[in-house]
């Protein structure tokens, strides 16, 4: 079975720009979450994904971060524009259903802005 | 506000002892934890989990206990192995979502 699959692994922008990461999760996975994990700290949860409807973006930066899972498989998270302190590991992470599911993450997307 | 904390960032144990990891929590609703490891340029991969109605949990050579009480989880490893080296990140399950800790980093020296 393939794993969370998420591209570019790198990513280097200046302040300002804009970039956007793409994540396909596990194959019939309902539930998809996009995390965002600082250096030093644990991945905190920006946005959950039930099928192609918002779950929960209560911890999302709504005026610079935005995230889409059009058709309910793949997902895009975009910031625009950056900021220094944007630097950091994005994950995504898969699971069947909500809840006391296991989340499948994937290998991350590592981006720094200078 | 943490709501999940890891006070050792890191830890060093000599391959075949026992490694203890600690996690306290500060919500007596939390009532599902788990355990997840991550190596390097990889993502986080579930290890182990418990419910809030055990107070152990075992998997091979990993166990986690639960203290309700005291609001404290810990991970055991024994024996400790070179692979086990990686950071682990406690997490509870709370509202159908992971609210992690900051990690501890385990270095299992051979």
């Known amino acids: 079975e393939a794993g969370v699959a998420q591209s570019p692994r790198y990513k280097i922008i200046e302040k300002r720009q804009s970039v956007a990461f793409w994540c396909n999760p596990i194959?019939?996975?309902?539930?998809l979450y996009w995390y965002q994990q600082i250096l030093g700290q644990g991945p905190k949860l920006l946005i959950q994904?039930?099928?192609?409807?918002?779950?929960?973006d209560s911890q999302l930066p709504k005026d610079r971060f935005s995230a889409e899972r059009l058709k309910g498989v793949d997902s895009t998270l975009k910031i625009q524009p950056a900021k220094l302190e944007d630097s950091a590991v994005y994950l995504c992470?898969?699971?069947?259903?909500?809840?006391?599911?296991?989340?499948?993450f994937g290998p991350g997307t590592r981006l720094l802005v200078l | 506000d943490q709501q999940v904390k890891q006070n050792s960032p890191s830890l060093s144990v000599q391959e075949g002892r026992i490694s203890i990891l600690n996690c306290d929590y500060t919500?007596?609703?939390?009532?599902?934890f788990l355990w997840y490891k991550k190596y390097p340029a990889e993502g986080p991969t579930f290890l182990i989990s418990?419910?809030?109605?055990?107070d152990k949990n075992e998997d091979g050579r990993f166990t986690v206990f639960l203290n309700k009480s005291a609001k404290h989880l810990s991970l055991h490893i024994v024996p400790s192995q070179p692979g086990d080296s990686a950071v682990y990140f406690c997490?509870?399950?709370?509202?159908?979502?992971?609210?992690f800790g900051a990690g501890t980093i385990l270095r299992v020296k051979s």
């Open positions: 992470a898969s699971s069947l259903l909500a809840g006391q599911e296991t989340q499948y």
């Open positions: 994904f039930q099928n192609n409807g918002v779950v929960d």
């Open positions: 418990i419910s809030s109605i055990k």
């Open positions: 194959s019939g996975h309902a539930t």
């Open positions: 997490a509870v399950e709370y509202g159908n979502k992971l609210v």
């Open positions: 919500n007596s609703m939390f009532d599902y």
